[in-house]
Every structure is written in C-alpha cells, then in structure tokens.
C-alpha cells in the first residue's frame, strides 16, 4: 500500500512482520495496526446522524482511536466483540487469545460471558471464549503504544492548524499536512488560497 491509499468496505489490511499501518476513516478516527494484523473491513457506514464502521480484527494488534460520539465501532475477535463509541482509545491484540486494554474513554466486551463495559486504564486477557471478564490494571506501555501516543501527539499538532479552518471537515483529514509544505494566503476572489 501506499500513502494515501483509499480503501474501501470489503478490503483487507494486513502487516507481515514488525510492519505497521495506518488507516483514517472518515469521521476523523484512526485505527493503528501492529505487528502481523489482518482486520477485514466488513462495514462502512455513514449518514447525517453518524457513522458505524464493523471491523472482523482475526491476528495481531490494533488500536482504535475513535473521535466524535456519534461514531459506533465494532470490533468482532474470534473470541468476542468489542464495541466502542467516541472519545475513545482502545487496544485489542488477537493472538493466542484476546486481550483488550482501554486507553482513553470506554469500550464494552461482548461474548460468551455476557457484556462488560471497560474503562480508561482497564485490561482483560481471554484465552478462550468461556474464560471469565476478570478485569486489571494494564501492562506498562510497549513499543506500539509508544509509536501510537507519537502519532496522536502529531494529529493533535495538526488539528489546531490552519487548514481546519479553510478546508470543510469531511475532506480536512486528507490534508493534514498541507500546512508542513505551504502557506495560507488571502485572495480577495477565492478567499483562503493554499501556497506550495
């Protein structure tokens, strides 16, 4: 893939190895893959009243970072389901199990056991679909979170630039970095002009 790929429902992103990728949808939200991740975009669904996105996440590591709380994620594991709404920022690795550990906000765990809503600093590892919700305290921070707090230190930079401003915002997370190679400008015709 490369950058700026547009991707559509049905697709499939995987990373091989110590790979990582990026995918931003278009309510503003993130979702972050880690090491060999395969996640399937089964649902992508938007109106006036929000958006629903339905992720089939079957290997590796993903962490979602969910914007505006009119957007609905689902994340179907093999083990359980995870569902989250906005602000929220959550990290689920499938891979010998399930693990979920709630960054920012909340997320609800839905499987064999019943539902168990999670909050900011809550962790539950499942080895099978019949093991218990037995929530604890997370794991100090690896190398992905690392890589995903970096990213969302440099989204946080670009919200408050320039181009917010003059660009409609269904279309403003395609230019995060118009204002990193060009400048803004007032035109008495076109009003705000981008300069490469």
């Known amino acids: 893939a490369t950058g700026n790929l547009p991707i559509r429902q049905g697709a499939q992103i995987s990373t091989v190895g110590p790979a990582r990728a ?3 949808f278009d309510d503003g939200s993130r979702m972050r893959l880690g090491q060999d991740a395969l996640v399937t975009l089964k649902t992508l669904y938007s109106d006036k009243d929000g958006e629903y996105t339905q992720l089939a996440h079957r ?30 920022r959550f990290r689920v690795d499938a891979d010998g199990g399930v693990r979920v550990a709630v960054h920012d906000g909340q997320c609800t765990v839905n499987g064999d056991q019943g539902n168990k809503t999670l909050v900011a600093g809550d962790y539950l590892a499942l080895r099978n679909a019949s093991d218990p919700y037995d929530v604890s305290g997370q794991a100090p921070n690896d190398s992905f979170d690392d890589w995903t707090a970096t990213l969302d230190s440099e989204q946080n930079r670009v919200a408050q630039s320039p181009h917010r401003r003059y660009i409609p915002r269904n279309v403003g997370f395609s230019g995060d970095t118009l204002d990193d190679y060009g400048t803004w400008r007032s035109d008495p015709t076109y009003k705000e002009v981008w300069y490469p």
């Not at 590796?60 to 093999?78: A, N, Q």
């Open 22 to 24: 990026e995918i931003a």
């Open 59 to 88: 290997t590796g590591t993903l962490d979602l970072k969910i914007r505006h709380d009119r957007s609905v994620y689902e994340v179907d594991t093999p083990l359980v389901s995870v569902d989250g709404t906005g602000p929220s």
